[in-house]
């Protein structure tokens, strides 16, 4: 059996995105910026894409700009705001994305904004009075913190985020990369500057995100050659996958509240049987374990280390069980999750993210349990041999 819980990563292709999709990798294959009929019609369907990216979350087509895929979206916003709005300090928490911290560092370097770290406790919890200290130095800043974690789920306020923003004549970018098609997002509700979003993380295609822009006139594009996209991410339309992301996008928002009673149940079966199931003191890391406080796609767990010192992430892979130590950036590299590391989690333990999907079933979490138990019997027993040889 294979169980796949890596959602968090990437999730798979629903087949109606596919579908949609098709026409357009085949029989539509015009540049949208052509004038001929076969450019029209392409440009046409990605107008509608855009609408329907846009309703969603009730904003207009022209505040919303397709990109790469988050991680692009977060570069162009962060670059943009510092040349269109004069941003010259920046707030963010140590437990952001990659494609967060990693640009900032940049700007950092090029001397083009200070940067503070909000504090946050052992739980990954933003203190908020320290959040404000920040806000009231005598800088034109920027927010940006995530909406939900994607290594420990750990959900933020935006609402509170925003306000407190407002209240400073801050800007506030929201990285919504996990939580787009999971959570409902109404940003005539919210006061936020700057959204992101990776269609792959709803079960639409890679390589194409959006970024949702509330003052876009005059925005200042990070590259240059061509007017699409206003401009501000030139370059010929991936139409396929801007299809496939409103498909996606769609049927996610359809199908959230069904989704969301479904794949809760499943990771409450988790949290619930994993103490019994592993001999040994478990932790949950961050806010992981609750639903109120987390996505209920995320759970991120401590385990007892192994004897054989073998990884734990690797000994699921042998059980077909596919999970992470981490984001899968931070899996490319050997170092140790920056997420845990802030929080002051014991690394030395066997820190695992499992990630669901509407695909998960609760068949899914007792192969991952009795795939978990068998594991730590083995690891006994060869521990256990050891010691008579010896």
Do not use: W
């Amino acid at each position: 059996m294979n169980v796949y819980c890596d959602n968090a990563a990437t999730t798979a292709l629903d087949r109606d995105v596919l579908e949609a999709m098709m026409p357009y990798l085949t029989r539509y294959y015009g540049n949208p910026s052509s004038s001929h009929f076969y450019g029209q019609t392409v440009r046409e369907a990605i107008y509608k894409a855009r609408e329907t990216v846009a309703n969603h979350l009730n904003v207009t087509p022209g505040q919303t700009f397709f990109t790469s895929g988050a991680t692009e979206a977060l570069n162009i916003i962060l670059s943009g705001a510092i040349e269109t709005f004069g941003v010259q300090h920046v707030i963010t928490s140590p437990i952001e994305h990659k494609a967060v911290l990693e640009p900032l560092n940049q700007l950092v370097k090029a001397k083009k904004i200070t940067l503070s770290l909000v504090n946050i406790d052992e739980k990954g919890n933003i203190d908020f009075n320290h959040l404000e200290r920040l806000l009231r130095l005598p800088l034109k800043s920027l927010v940006s913190l995530a909406h939900g974690n994607n290594e420990i789920g750990n959900l933020n306020d935006l609402t509170h985020i925003g306000a407190l923003s407002q209240a400073f004549k801050a800007l506030f970018l929201a990285d919504t990369t996990q939580t787009i098609g999971k959570l409902p997002i109404d940003l005539q509700t919210i006061p936020v500057d700057f959204v992101v979003g990776s269609a792959h993380k709803f079960h639409g295609p890679k390589g194409v995100g959006f970024a949702y822009i509330r003052n876009p006139r005059g925005f200042k594009a990070l590259t240059f050659g061509g007017a699409q996209e206003s401009g501000i991410r030139p370059g010929t339309e991936n139409t396929p996958n801007i299809i496939g992301m409103a498909k996606a996008l769609e049927i996610s928002y359809r199908d959230l509240r069904i989704n969301q009673k479904h794949i809760a149940f499943v990771k409450n079966r988790l949290i619930a049987r994993l103490p019994s199931t592993v001999m040994g003191d478990i932790k949950f890391n961050g806010e992981s374990d609750s639903l109120e406080k987390s996505l209920y796609t995320i759970l991120n767990v401590a385990f007892p280390n192994l004897n054989s010192s073998e990884s734990l992430v690797s000994q699921l892979n042998l059980y077909g069980v596919a999970v992470s130590g981490g984001s899968a950036c931070s899996n490319l590299h050997t170092s140790h999750s920056h997420v845990l590391t802030a929080l002051q989690t014991n690394l030395e333990l066997e820190n695992v993210r499992f990630s669901f999907s509407k695909y998960n079933t609760p068949a899914d979490v007792d192969y991952i349990l009795q795939s978990l138990k068998n594991i730590y019997q083995n690891d006994r027993q060869v521990a256990a041999k050891s010691l008579v040889h010896a």
